[in-house]
C-alpha cells in the first residue's frame, strides 16, 4: 500500500510540473543557431519598425498619421543600430569559422550592411574557402559595388577579374550564368550612368556589354534566373535596349492613337523633339 501510495504521489507530482509555466527557451549552443537567432532576431525588429508605417499608410487623419511616421522613424533608427550591432557579431562568426557553412552564411548576411573595407575582407573569405558553393552568387552585387565604388583602378579591375575567376572555377551554371550576367551588366551601366553624362569610352564599353549579354545567350540561355524566366529571356530583353534605346539610336517606331482619337506614328515627327509619356492605369 505504501508502494502505491508513493507511485501515485510521485505521477501527481509529475502531473503537476507538466501543468505548470513553460520552459523558457535553452540559449543556442551552436553557432548556426547563434546565427539563426541574429537573424530572426534582426527580422523581428525590422518587422516592429514598419509596422507604424504600414498603418499610416491606411490612415486618412493627418495628426494620427504624422503621429505614426514619426513613430516609425524612430523605431527604424533604432532597428538599424540592433541591425548594425547583430551583423557585427554575425561577422565574428563568419571570420572564426570561415572555412565552415555557417561562417559562409555569417558572411552573405552580414558583409551587405558593413563599411567597405569589411565588406570586402568578406568577400575574400567566401571567395578563398567556397568558390565550389552555389550559394557564392550571392557576393556578386557586393563585387560589381566594388567595381563601381573602390578608389583605385586596380581595385575595380581586380572586382571584375574576382567575377571572371568565378565563371571559371564555379562547378554550377547557375553561378557561371549570374556572373556573366553582372559583368555584362556592370559594363552597359557604366557605358550609361544613370542620371549622368556618358563617357567617352561609352562605345567601346557597350560592345563589352554586348558582347557579355550574347554570351550569356548562347551559354546559358536555358538557365533559370528566378521564377520562370530564364538568362536567355533578361539577355534578349538587355541587347534590345543597347541596340536600339541607347543616346544616339534610331527611335523604333510607335504607333497609335493621340487623345482625339487621331492614329499617328512616331516617324511623322522624325527631326522635332518629342516628349514621349508613357502611362496606364491597374
Known sequence: MKRFWGLALGLTLVGSTAAGPPEVAPPPKSTAQVLAKLQKDVADSYNRAIEPLRKAQQVNDPA???????????????????????QAKAVAIAKAEAQTEVGLDAAIWAAPGRKPPERKELVN?????????????????????EAVEEPAAKD??????????????????????????????????????????????????????????????????????????????????????????RVGKTVPEIEGEDVDGAKFKISDYRGKVVMLDFWGHW
Open 64 to 86: 494620427e498619421k504624422k503621429k505614426l511616421q514619426d513613430e516609425f522613424s524612430k523605431l527604424y533608427t533604432e532597428h538599424q543600430k540592433f541591425e548594425s550591432e547583430c
Open 156 to 245: 575595380r579591375a581586380k572586382a571584375l577579374d574576382t567575377m571572371e575567376l568565378i565563371v571559371t572555377k564555379s562547378p554550377h551554371k547557375s553561378v557561371q550564368a549570374a556572373a556573366v550576367f553582372a559583368i555584362a551588366d556592370f559594363y552597359k551601366n557604366k557605358a550609361e550612368p544613370y542620371g549622368r553624362k556618358a563617357p567617352t569610352n561609352s562605345e567601346e564599353l557597350s560592345k563589352k556589354a554586348e558582347a557579355g549579354f550574347e554570351r550569356v545567350l548562347k551559354e546559358y540561355g536555358d538557365v533559370v534566373q528566378y521564377g520562370k524566366r530564364t538568362f536567355g529571356d533578361a539577355a534578349k530583353t538587355t541587347l534590345y535596349e543597347i541596340r536600339n534605346l
Open 125 to 145: 573569405l567566401v571567395i578563398e574557402y567556397h568558390m565550389t558553393s552555389k550559394k557564392i552568387a550571392n557576393v556578386l552585387g557586393l563585387l560589381t559595388r
